[in-house]
């Protein structure tokens, strides 16, 4: 079954901090995966895919298809970094693309 | 704002009331994605549109639900017969074909039913 698991409801760190979004996925394929945000009173944006390998506010993500994970990073946490994220995938290939979504994990960074 | 819109952006129905979602896509996108996101859970495939064409239906979509994309343009999603159990935030997605996957969600609509 597809399935991306993201164990942390809440990840709160201080400012500077070096911050880590756990997500795994379940996928017999080659599926595509994203990082979604939403800040407060926002909707739901892109903040980077694993295609495109880039750095996106300080965020980086790699793929790990060993380990069947997606970890979203960042070396210094800054307080507009506070929001909610979601670990995304699809199947690539062109096919639906539909997204299967993880429950997310608020982060809050204290100043 | 030429972004996803979605109309109303809050709907408190009486359970056993039929209610009706819009969404506007981004005028150029020819993939139209409903999800559906619950208290705590992230957003949940419902249904997905090519151009007019329904080509993708969760489980989730009981009978009650019904979807429509008249000209390949704007969407609707009805709910028949609310149940509270209906009680979520609907979300509309919408994206290019081909290989650019980036969908752009809509503010969605949060339905209440009491």
């Known amino acids: 079954a597809q399935r991306v698991t993201q164990p942390e409801k809440l990840l709160s760190v201080f400012k500077g901090a070096p911050v880590e979004l756990k997500c795994n996925y379940s996928?017999?394929?080659?599926?595509?995966l994203f990082w979604y945000v939403q800040y407060s009173r926002q909707r739901l944006q892109l903040l980077l895919r694993?295609?495109s390998r880039e750095s996106i506010k300080g965020f980086t993500a790699d793929l790990n298809k060993g380990e069947t994970s997606f970890h979203l990073k960042k070396p210094f946490a800054q307080e507009e970094d506070s929001a909610m994220y979601y670990c995304a995938l699809s199947r690539g290939g062109g096919a639906t693309n539909k997204l299967i979504f993880g429950t997310g994990t608020l982060l809050a960074v204290q100043p | 704002d030429t972004g996803v819109s979605q109309d109303p952006r809050h709907k408190i129905t009486k359970r056993g009331q039929n209610v009706t979602f819009r969404c506007d896509p981004i005028s150029e996108h020819n993939r139209l994605y409903w999800y559906r996101q619950t208290l705590g859970q992230g957003p949940e495939f419902l249904t997905y549109?090519?151009?007019?064409?329904?080509?993708?239906k969760s489980r989730l979509l009981s009978d009650r639900f019904s979807a429509e994309r008249p000209k390949g343009s704007f969407s609707t999603l009805e709910i028949q017969r609310t149940e509270q159990g209906d009680s979520a935030m609907y979300l509309c997605?919408?994206?290019?074909?081909?290989?650019?996957?980036?969908?752009?969600f809509g503010p969605g609509t949060r339905l209440t039913v009491t």
């Open positions: 549109f090519q151009n007019e064409a329904q080509l993708e």
């Open positions: 997605a919408s994206s290019w074909g081909g290989i650019s996957y980036e969908q752009y």
């Open positions: 996928y017999s394929g080659s599926p595509e």
């Open positions: 694993h295609i």
